[in-house]
């Protein structure tokens, strides 16, 4: 009998808790945020700091090395640029998602 | 708790099938509360698995028979320890396992992503839910450990002795978590194509997960060699058993993504064989699943042998078929900008040209007998003429390979050496199988066909005859160009920069080749006791290591230079401000110190037997073992004999071993229980076997060098991996951090 009471009470908690975002007002939409843009400058910041460790110890000639260090600061360039632009404009109803483009 | 039990698992199931659904509903009305909806139900999932697994813990503990899968593992006797334990030693309580770390994993993955990429979370639930729902269907359809047992024992049948050791408490579990870890990058891989929008972090994600799942199987694998090694009682840790092949392949698999991911992040290329190796890998651990639970393959760690292997069969040709689909049709999203070699219509051309001569070449081969030198010499004139005619064509595929020469060449070959390594493996271990199938089939056809074929092509019909069995002695053997491929890798890749060839690699090359010929030659020629294989094989480790420790020098040297820094310093300000790199490198000092001992103890291992009565002294090698006496005892599990030997080296007692043996009250076969005495040096590794009442005695010593090294060299893979995953704080460019220098001063 308490089994079947804490199966009845576990069941009604889950039903609940699942279909909280229908009765409440709306969780936060799904889209992507700016976080991504700070892991991929992380990354290229690290690729350019390991580049000119590479150069100094001779791994690499100036020319390759210049031209690549130009990449990787493009790069970097273009991803600072998304990461400062705004965010994308807020769905039209409030339970419709707001897709990034 | 029967009720309980059942009721959670059936609910875990309607929570995963619920959101599975919620999330299609989300994808087709754009509605987020459907997907906010879903993403509670895996919350709700897997907090139903917890309470499901913590059930069945209590009742492993509290030995309650009226559990069937309690009743199978546990007994009145066994030790508490194992009680716990005993969740991994069957089928269900490994299924119930695996769901609730898939689960608790997918949970801290919507937990850590689903605000940042919210566009890919709904094709991740998709995939890492359906992976989930499949696990629990298997575990309420065919092996439920919330079955009850009817009638009820009083008794327990009790844990298989092999699996009473203390390594069976960390080598499933670890084993299960790198297994099931590798679902996370696959469900973000898939769900980043199928959401048509690539996040410019998704490829850090799927490295951070393949890097944990990586840490952890290697672990697993590392542990389980321990297991074999102490426990089976052969003196052996590696036995290309297939369910230690079937752990060792997706290793491979994940090895070979941790290093392309590199490109992928700092190049831009192999974006495809990224998303294939990650597709790979998940594969391989369903696979290597299936080759553990069906039996469809002998082996000695098979514990749990069903039907249920060829669910996991048709659930993998499953995801193979939908990742062939969804690779295929967004395989132009996944195009990349750079490509290290873009080969052009010219270079096409002329390998076509090349792959002729070499099929011409295959053909004169089996007539040579005929023409002999004249096809040899025809072949080389060809030769000569494609390339003198494409003379301009074949300059620039010249110049082009010529980039091969460098970092990314060096990945790309790495990855070649692993997929060839993965092949040759997976297919030693299925092969096999698959003949003994094609003779089965054979054996089916008619008399009069079998006949006609023993006549036409009797080495066809003999094939089918014959049962083959590929022998431990083959892998080692053919393993042997692989180890000396990637160590001569792991000896220059450190060297190599960006984009070309530079002269430190030329100047290292030259050094090893002065060394390392003259050494092999000496020692082929049978000169000393050694053999030159193995001797090649330590001068490479040894070259790799010094690549390794000169690169790091050299930057701490760069930052002496730059920023005033003492060695002590610099060396601890690069090793903090770049984990990544010297966590991949301490792993890669740890697979060196682990080849050490591999080499050392596959060849030089040296062998000695003895029949003694008690009292007597008998000699293995250097050491006399003085068999002191023999002990007999018992607990309510077992028998035990126990041998004690004393270790005398120059006439001088050094130590004192015991090897045992068990005889378990449930179990008819006696269980080896070796005796180790080891050192940074040698193991000394004592078998036993009572042959008498009386005291007289089997003893086997194997003496095996360097196995301390193979641990410790698994030690300091995982504790690289770990390093490795450490987040980096910002780092300053070294011309940043002579500016800093000079601002301070």
Known sequence: ?101 | MLLLGNFLLIATFGLLAYCLVATVLGLRSRDTRWWESAIRAVYAATATVIASSVILTIALISRDFRFEYVARHVSSTLPLAYCATAFWAGQAGSLLFWLLVLLVFVAVSLRLYHRSHGEVIPYFILFAGGSALFFNLLLLMFTNPFAPANPVPPDGLGMNPLLQNVMMVFHPPTLFLGYVGFTIPFAFALGSLLAGRFALDWITIVRKWTLVSWIFLTVGIILGMQWAYVELGWGGYWGWDPVENASFIPWLAATALLHTVILQEQKGLFKKWNVFLVVLTFLLCIFGTFITRSGFIESVHAFALSDIGYYFLAFMLLVLVLCLIILYRSRKKLTGQNHLIRLDAADWSLLQWLLFLVAFYIVLLQIRTYYARAAEYSVILLLIGILVWKRSAAASLGRKLLRLLSREGMFILTNFIFMFFLLFVFWGTVYPTLHEGLMELYAGFSGGFRESVAQSLPGLHEFFQRKLAVSPAFFNKWVMPFALVLLFMMVFCPLFGWRKLNRKVIYFLLAVLLVLVPLAIYTGLGVGAVSWMSVVLFGLTGFAIIAIVSDVFSAVAIRRRLAGESWLRGAANLFRKNKRRYGGYLSHIGVLILIIGIIGSSFYTQEYESEVNIGETFIAGEWELKYVDLQFSQDPEKSMYQAILEVIRNGRTVGRITPEKHLHRKFEQPMTEVSIDFNLLRDLYVIFSPVNRAGRAYFKILVNPLVIWIWVGGLLITLGGIYAILPNRRRLVLSELAAKEEHHA
């Open chain 1, 1 to 101: 009998m308490p089994e079947v009471l804490i199966i009845l009470f576990a069941l009604l908690g889950i039903v609940y808790y699942v279909c909280q975002p229908f009765f409440g007002k709306t969780a936060a939409a799904a889209r992507s945020t700016g976080t991504e843009h700070d892991v991929a400058m992380r990354v290229l910041e690290e690729s350019l700091a390991n580049l000119e460790y590479d150069y100094r110890a001779g791994k690499i000639g100036e020319e390759d090395f210049l031209d690549m260090q130009s990449d990787l600061q493009h790069r970097l360039t273009e991803c600072r640029d998304q990461a400062r632009r705004p965010a994308a404009e807020p769905a039209k109803s409030k339970h419709r998602s707001t897709r990034t483009t």
